[in-house]
Structure formats: structure tokens, C-alpha cells
């Protein structure tokens, strides 16, 4: 028979795990005993370059994965449940073979706030209030079921996600347990840079030959691949949205 949690159980549990995800990040951004990894193709160096750029001017350092096309995965290699993403596999081996105490994984296309390393240093509670890095309401997208009304402007919530499909970005401990809590608005979001739209994915093959005038990158504020030319001059960073 199973065991039906209370909520003030639940509530507990929530407030337990974000403590540990909040030391899982400190850990990473703080310590030089934890690691990042990006995982991208070797042929798309486009996307190599723009996110070896934004690491640098924000101050995080990266360790490159080669990423690897699902077509190459026979089907009797597949774990069961598990779909080709043999980038992440050769990711989390890496992690058990060298007894990496803690990771980053992150895709190439991945974009995050200028204030990043401020931003993963608050979290400290369920609600993260008075961020002004968030977006207006009115700019968020996804999320689906938040009821944004019922959170004060500038605060970000921190929840225990129903699966991590599609996850942007997510942290990892030798042994393996995935942190099974998100924030929203994202910290880490994915970016789509001006040009052909066609390149943005090298899984869909969508877009033909149409072209995006203006990059963007939903629900982050403050862009820093949108800002990386200001940053490498100097200038203060501005906001993608004005209003």
C-alpha cells in the first residue's frame, strides 16, 4: 500500500531538496572541485564559439563534450527509457570514470542572465523575491500552469518539476541522482540567434530557408548572448524587453 504525503510533509521535503540544490550550486559556481560540461557537435562550431564567449565574460569555465548524432546510436544500445542523447551517456560516464563530485550539463545553444553567478547564489527558500532580472509578466512564456498573479512582481519560484523533459540545464552528483527541483522564470534557457532559422536545431530539420531578423531568448531578462558585444566593450548590459 502506499503512503500518502501530507502536505506539511511535502512542504519539508520541498524545503530539504532545495537546500541540497542550493549547495549542489554553490558547490559548482564557488568550488574548482566541480565541473561544467557543454555537449555539442564538433562540426557546429557556431554555437561553440558563441557559448565558449558568454562563459568567459560571465566567469564560468566549460569543458567540451563531443555530442553525437542520434542516427549513429544503434537501437540495441538504447537503455530502456532513454531516447539518443548519447552527448549526455558519454557526459554522465565521465562523471562515475573520474569521480567528478558534482556537474553542470548544458546544451550549445544555451543562454542565461548577465548576473547569472548572483542568481544561483540566492537560493536559499521556495520563493526567490526582489530579482530584477526577471521579466515582465507579460514576456514569460511556457510555464504553463503558473498563475503568475499570485506571486509578486520580480520573484522567481523554486518547485519540484512533475518530469525534466526538455530540461535546459541540469546538475548532477556522483552518484547519479539528477536534482529533481527547477526555477521558473529558467535561468538557463535556450537562445536563437539571428540568421537561418534552420540552424537553430541539428534534430529538427524545420525553417527551410526562413530568416530571423532579431535573436532572442525567452524569459531572460538581461541576455548575455544578446549583450556579448557590450560586455567585451565594457558597456553595461541592457534589457531585451523595455517595457
Known amino acids: 500500500m502506499g503512503v500518502l504525503l501530507g502536505p506539511a510533509y511535502a512542504k519539508h521535503l520541498l524545503l530539504a531538496g532545495v537546500l541540497v540544490f542550493s549547495a549542489t550550486w554553490f558547490f559548482l559556481v564557488h568550488t574548482e572541485h566541480g565541473s561544467i560540461f557543454a555537449i555539442g557537435l564538433a562540426d557546429r562550431t557556431d554555437k561553440c564559439d ?10 564560468f569555465t566549460i569543458t567540451w563534450i563531443d555530442g553525437v548524432r542520434g542516427s549513429t546510436v544503434p537501437d540495441k544500445a538504447l537503455p530502456i527509457g532513454w531516447d539518443r542523447k548519447g552527448g549526455h551517456m558519454n557526459t554522465m560516464r565521465r562523471i562515475v570514470d573520474e569521480g567528478i563530485t558534482s556537474a553542470l550539463i548544458m546544451e ?3 543562454d542565461w542572465d548577465v548576473s547569472l ?6 537560493f536559499a527558500g521556495v520563493l526567490i523575491g526582489g530579482d530584477a532580472s526577471v521579466p515582465p509578466r507579460h514576456y514569460r512564456v511556457g510555464n504553463a500552469g503558473w498563475k503568475w498573479d499570485e506571486y509578486p512582481d520580480n520573484t522567481r519560484v523554486v518547485y519540484v518539476p512533475g518530469d525534466n523533459i526538455c530540461s535546459f540545464a541540469y ?3 556522483h552518484t547519479g541522482a539528477k536534482r529533481a527541483l527547477d526555477v521558473v522564470p529558467s535561468l538557463f534557457v535556450h537562445h536563437r540567434p539571428r540568421g537561418r532559422v534552420s540552424g537553430d536545431s541539428d534534430i ?3 525553417g527551410g530557408d526562413e ?3 532579431v535573436g532572442t531568448t525567452e524569459n531572460v531578462l538581461y541576455s548575455t548572448r544578446l549583450n556579448l558585444a557590450r560586455l567585451l566593450k565594457g558597456e553595461k548590459p541592457v534589457k531585451q524587453w523595455d517595457d
Not at 50 to 59: D, F, H, K, R
Open 117 to 122: 553567478k548572483d542568481r544561483l547564489a540566492d
Open 204 to 206: 529538427n530539420n524545420g
Open 171 to 173: 546538475a548532477l552528483s
Open 211 to 213: 530568416f530571423r531578423e
Open 108 to 110: 550549445d545553444d544555451m
Open 50 to 59: 558563441a557559448l565558449s564567449l558568454i562563459s568567459a565574460v560571465t566567469g
